[in-house]
């Protein structure tokens, strides 16, 4: 059988290694010591190209052209939909060595970087100086800017200051002509015409790859406070996200739901417990404030939860003394491969809804759940002070064809006709793009793929991801 080198065009690779350098390039046994990620095919095109530039790239991108091999590009490898799925006959195009912080302005709030900076990086760096990006995720030691531009990226922070879409000043990338397009802005305030760089994001690396950004920085909250309260309904954990969005409450900086099945899930994987906050409750919300003192904003929380438990009296909760107390909080939240841990490939499925709608869409996909199969039971939790919900099946992956598709009627029936969406911070990738077809608008979905074809006509980057079409042999 063919090895995926050997299915690349005679010289290929060695042109290729001719652009990069030697330490650009990576191949066979090599390729082994990389870890692939969320998805084991994510290097199956066996041969690894890392630019150590956007001109590089742009070669590579044309060399690719000219020879008509497709490219998958690689960020930090964290996507859960398939979208860094790859194989023989392809190359992956990682922007792993594209990782400076070219320039970090504490006056301007803006920083320059190029795409392989981890969001942890740029946090670091940017914490020297009183400042934070306005985006946060849990995987943000390996996620990459440029990995979370082209997935428009949300996670905690969305719901203040919106998506990956709305941090991004400027974008440098190479498109599937290999031509750079290089528009760094540092501004927000531009109205130049078509602003292209909003085709790129969100478009999981299907009409170029981006090699450098300019991202809006905020000033970082001096202090913080992390409480845990339980509640009885999604009522009442919607009503105290709003009564914490107060200002005398000071800045909400996350309102994560996890209800009863997660939490008890992740607190015996760490073997937590608090008596305190018994894990009898239904619900239960992980908030996050910040300020300027922190014994101001514990007291902000002490008078948080009074004014809470005199609507819902049987309401617990408990407000972390300190930074440790407060990471195993976090921990109960954030670890979801702990779930993985335990059933590996279990699908992983992310909902956005209006959040007058949550309850009802929890209490039905349930109950039909359980009507599909009395075993399941999902671990919930999620962003509910933006709608967005993700959930875990209680099985090991992959799963069966026929029961994917039962599945998925039951989670996305409803959500168009309420105003949601199938997918909300995953993307589409390759595991779904029939969802997308099944829920999308039909102008919609002509659109991206008349942009598609015009941008990519031979359909050389990320084939087989987000739309149906041709995959280049």
């Known amino acids: 059988m063919d090895t995926p080198i050997s299915t690349l065009p005679a010289g290929f690779a060695e042109a290729l290694a001719d652009i990069v350098g030697p330490q650009g390039l990576r191949g066979g046994e090599a390729v082994g010591l990389i870890h692939p990620g969320q998805h084991e095919d994510n290097l199956a095109a066996g041969l690894v190209v890392s630019p150590g530039s956007t001109d590089e790239t742009a070669r590579v991108v044309r060399a690719c052209l000219q020879a008509g091999v497709p490219i998958v590009s690689h960020g930090g490898r964290t996507g859960l939909v398939g979208g860094g799925i790859s194989r023989g006959g392809q190359i992956v195009l990682s922007t792993a060595r594209m990782n400076r912080i070219l320039r970090l302005d504490p006056v301007e709030r803006v920083a320059v970087v190029e795409a392989g900076v981890t969001l942890e990086a740029l946090q670091e760096a940017a914490a020297a100086h009183g400042l934070e990006p306005g985006i946060d995720i849990p995987a943000r030691g390996s996620a990459t800017i440029g990995g979370m531009i082209s997935t428009n990226a949300g996670g905690l922070l969305a719901f203040r200051n919106g998506v990956m879409r709305h941090q991004v000043f400027g974008m440098e990338a190479v498109v599937a002509d290999g031509t750079v397009l290089s528009d760094l802005t540092r501004v927000v305030k ?52 709003r009564l914490a969005l107060e200002p005398q409450a ?95 490939g279990s699908p992983a499925f992310d909902v956005s809804l209006p959040q007058s709608e949550i309850a009802a869409y929890v209490a039905r996909i349930e109950a039909e759940l359980k009507a599909i199969d009395p075993q399941f039971e999902p671990y919930i939790f999620g962003h509910l002070a933006d ?64 942009i598609k074809a015009t941008l990519d006509p031979q359909g050389l980057f990320n084939p087989g991801k987000v739309l149906r079409g041709r995959i280049p042999s």
């Not at 920085?217 to 009522?235: G, Q, R, W």
């Not at 599945?407 to 006709?417: G, N, P, Q, S």
Request: glycine share 10%; net charge negative; hydrophobic share 45%.
């Open 190 to 241: 531009t109205s130049a015409g078509y602003d292209v760089k909003h085709l790129l994001i969100g478009a999981e690396g299907t009409l170029g790859v981006v090699t450098a950004a300019s991202i809006k920085l905020y000033p970082k909250p001096a202090a913080s406070a992390t409480a845990l309260f339980s509640m009885p309904d999604v009522s009442a954990l919607l009503d105290t996200i």
């Open 250 to 344: 000071g800045e909400l900086r996350a309102a994560e739901a996890m209800w009863n099945s997660y939490i008890r899930f992740t607190a015996d994987e760490h073997g937590w417990s608090d008596p305190a906050v018994p894990l009898d409750a239904p619900l239960y919300l992980l908030l996050s404030l910040g300020g300027r003192d922190e014994d101001a904003l514990k007291g902000a929380f002490e008078a948080l939860f009074e004014t809470v438990a005199e609507r819902y009296p049987d309401i617990t909760g408990l407000i972390a003394s300190s930074s440790r107390q407060e990471a195993e909080l976090w921990r109960l939240r954030e670890d979801t491969e702990a779930v993985f841990r335990r059933y590996p």
């Open 387 to 450: 709608g967005n919900i993700h959930l875990l099946l209680n099985r090991a992956g992959p799963l069966d064809a026929g029961l994917v598709a039962r599945v998925e009627d039951v989670l996305y029936r409803t959500l168009k006709a309420s105003g949601g969406c199938f997918s909300a911070e995953h993307g589409i990738g390759a595991k779904r793009i029939d969802p997308l077809y099944a829920t999308g608008d039909a102008g919609k979905l002509r659109l991206m793929e008349t």
